[in-house]
């Protein structure tokens, strides 16, 4: 039997002291990375949930200029307002003021349909400057909020082929509500369409598109190429299934292009696929990859026709992706509205806080 001696006693407590703190170091130091990728990966989310607000809102802005012209592809494409209504440089539209109208009851935590149809109504009765004629006629023979639903299918069963675009116009908000629930999302994007636009394909658009922008804010990630296409497709199964292999063939139709081919698109369908096609179609800058939001936007005007609401579906999406960080600055100094008309202006940085307020309500 070996003796232990004092000294063989005490240098076996250090080493095992030395290895319990470097084992507390590890662990110590393993979290503390874990919570700083946790915090860098929040931040990056929040980015990119404000930047589907605020690409949207700038699309909506720079196609503001062009609304109705099928401008040339020699022609500078830049945020200077003009157009029928005499838009002022970066003002919004129509597009983002029906967007914030949705914007404003889930930054309170909530999706009440009858709240948001509440905005709705005292948007229209202000007397916009610029409205859809679908939503005109809906929004106008509504004398409450409950009853919007129900006079907006009364529309179509009057209209059977009538679906414009200005449900999905303003979806772009709609996946802040429930960002890691892809059912509720969709229920919520169809019911929200349904206020003024009830024909399936009005609805289908909108639960698509409201999906895919779910899909950019959760899993897109830096440096890596994100497949717009399949963020489409995978909302498939959450649309009505007689719906589901006709909406197939139209992505099918709007990937393979050209964008041009969407012209006219005051239709839910051609705006969808002209806002898709824009997207897909623009190659994305091997220098800076960011930049492809500002020149599919650019692409999305050029298309023609209902420029402001063609890029504004574009700039929800490609905001979704690319992150607030990637609009222009000349484009964020002038990107301003109002809720209705003749309210309080609202500049693009109040814009970006109700983002924020909706994403964390």
């Given at each position: 039997?070996t003796?232990?001696?004092?000294t063989?006693f005490?240098?076996?407590?250090?080493?095992?002291?030395?290895?319990a703190?470097?084992?507390g170091f590890?662990?110590?130091?393993v979290?503390?990375r874990?919570?700083?990728?946790?915090?860098?990966?929040?931040?990056a989310?929040s980015?990119r949930?404000?930047?589907?607000?605020?690409?949207?809102a700038?699309?909506?802005a720079l196609?503001a200029?062009?609304?109705f012209?099928?401008?040339?592809?020699?022609?500078?494409?830049a945020?200077?307002?003009?157009?029928?209504f005499?838009w002022?440089?970066?003002e919004w539209?129509?597009d983002?003021?029906?967007?914030?109208a949705?914007?404003d009851?889930?930054?309170t935590?909530s999706?009440?349909?009858?709240?948001?149809a509440?905005?709705?109504l005292?948007?229209?009765?202000?007397?916009?400057?610029?409205?859809?004629?679908?939503t005109s006629?809906?929004?106008?023979?509504?004398?409450?909020?409950?009853?919007?639903?129900v006079v907006?299918v009364?529309?179509?069963d009057?209209?059977?082929?009538?679906?414009g675009?200005g449900?999905?116009?303003r979806t772009g908000?709609?996946?802040l509500?429930?960002?890691d629930?892809r059912?509720?999302?969709?229920g919520l994007a169809?019911?929200i369409?349904?206020?003024?636009?009830a024909?399936?394909d009005s609805v289908?658009a909108?639960?698509?598109?409201?999906?895919?922008i779910?899909?950019a804010?959760?899993t897109a990630e830096?440096?890596?190429a994100?497949d717009?296409?399949?963020?489409?497709r995978?909302?498939?199964e959450?649309?009505?299934e007689?719906?589901?292999?006709?909406?197939?063939?139209?992505?099918?139709?709007?990937v393979?292009?050209?964008p041009?081919?969407f012209n006219?698109?005051?239709?839910v369908?051609?705006?969808?696929q002209a806002a898709?096609?824009?997207i897909?179609n623009?190659?994305?800058p091997?220098?800076q990859?960011s930049d492809?939001?500002?020149?599919a936007?650019?692409a999305?005007?050029r298309?023609?026709?209902d420029?402001?609401t063609?890029?504004?579906?574009?700039?929800?999406?490609?905001g979704?992706?690319w992150?607030?960080?990637?609009?222009p600055?000349?484009?964020?100094t002038?990107?301003h509205?109002?809720?209705r008309r003749?309210?309080?202006?609202?500049?693009g940085?109040?814009?970006?806080q109700?983002a924020?307020?909706?994403?964390?309500a």
């Amino acid at each position: 039997m070996t003796d232990i001696t004092i000294t063989d006693f005490v240098g076996s407590a250090w080493w095992l002291i030395g290895g319990a703190l470097l084992l507390g170091f590890i662990v110590q130091t393993v979290q503390q990375r874990r919570a700083r990728m946790a915090g860098e990966r929040s931040r990056a989310v929040s980015d990119r949930a404000t930047g589907a607000v605020l690409g949207s809102a700038a699309g909506d802005a720079l196609g503001a200029g062009y609304e109705f012209t099928n401008p040339g592809p020699d022609r500078e494409i830049a945020m200077k307002g003009g157009g029928g209504f005499g838009w002022a440089p970066g003002e919004w539209t129509d597009d983002t003021q029906m967007a914030v109208a949705i914007l404003d009851v889930i930054a309170t935590g909530s999706s009440d349909l009858d709240a948001i149809a509440s905005n709705f109504l005292a948007w229209y009765e202000a007397g916009p400057a610029d409205v859809g004629n679908q939503t005109s006629s809906v929004l106008g023979s509504a004398a409450i909020p409950e009853d919007l639903a129900v006079v907006a299918v009364a529309f179509m069963d009057a209209n059977p082929g009538a679906a414009g675009n200005g449900a999905l116009m303003r979806t772009g908000p709609v996946a802040l509500a429930a960002l890691d629930d892809r059912t509720e999302i969709a229920g919520l994007a169809g019911s929200i369409a349904s206020l003024t636009h009830a024909h399936p394909d009005s609805v289908a658009a909108c639960v698509l598109w409201s999906l895919a922008i779910q899909e950019a804010i959760t899993t897109a990630e830096p440096g890596q190429a994100f497949d717009w296409e399949a963020a489409v497709r995978n909302g498939l199964e959450h649309v009505a299934e007689d719906r589901q292999e006709k909406w197939d063939a139209l992505i099918t139709e709007a990937v393979t292009g050209p964008p041009g081919l969407f012209n006219p698109n005051g239709w839910v369908v051609t705006a969808f696929q002209a806002a898709l096609s824009a997207i897909i179609n623009t190659p994305v800058p091997a220098e800076q990859p960011s930049d492809h939001l500002r020149d599919a936007l650019v692409a999305a005007v050029r298309i023609g026709h209902d420029t402001d609401t063609v890029a504004a579906i574009a700039g929800a999406l490609l905001g979704a992706r690319w992150g607030a960080g990637a609009i222009p600055d000349e484009w964020n100094t002038l990107i301003h509205g109002d809720r209705r008309r003749d309210s309080e202006p609202v500049p693009g940085t109040e814009l970006e806080q109700l983002a924020r307020k909706a994403l964390n309500a």
